[in-house]
């Protein structure tokens, strides 16, 4: 019941927090949509795919939310939220870094059939923390190219890194 909760704040967190902004002077200000390919270092996760919003609120201060759901394997499920802040540097170069953290939210589940015995399965979920950096480049036609290395700190310590492409949605 407590995972529940919880995964109800934190949803209820980031969808507050991406819906934030509101109209104001802040230049090429825009939502992003898109999918993104990630690998985390431990081996319960490896590969993933998954989707991301980002959303600029305020000259230089976005707020970020993803969802991704990872392969590790033969009976084994792993997915993660995280709701994040980016500050982005300002650099005029053609690329836009941007550091950050936030909050991840972390579900693995295991599922077992022993043969005479049954099936067995057990999962577990935790609330960790995000430190992040990454950059994006926004190609002539508004699409936007993103890497990003998050380093989770939880009782499941670990470096994610992903890249994706968003479209933008507004402005």
């Known amino acids: 019941m407590r995972t529940r909760s919880t995964f109800g704040a934190l949803a209820s967190a980031g969808a ?8 104001s002077d802040v230049e090429a200000q825009q939502l992003h949509l898109g999918g993104q390919a990630s690998y985390g270092t431990e081996s319960y996760s490896e590969l993933g795919v998954g989707a991301f919003g980002t959303y600029l609120f305020a000259e230089n201060i976005a707020g970020a939310g993803s969802f ?7 009976n084994i499920s792993f997915w993660d939220f995280n709701a994040n802040v980016h500050y982005r540097f300002d650099i005029d170069a053609g690329i836009t870094p941007y550091a950050g953290g936030g909050l991840n939210y972390s579900n693995i589940s295991v599922d077992v059939d022993v043969p005479g015995a049954g099936a067995f399965g057990a999962s577990s979920s935790e609330v960790g923390l995000n430190v992040l950096g990454g950059a994006f480049t926004d190609l002539d036609n508004g699409i936007r190219i993103f890497g990003e290395g998050r380093f989770v700190i939880s009782d499941a310590d670990q470096l994610v890194l992903s890249v994706g492409l968003g479209i933008p949605l507004g402005e």
């Open 68 to 74: 991704n759901y990872h392969f590790p394997g033969d």
């Open 16 to 23: 507050l927090f991406l819906a934030l902004g509101t109209p």
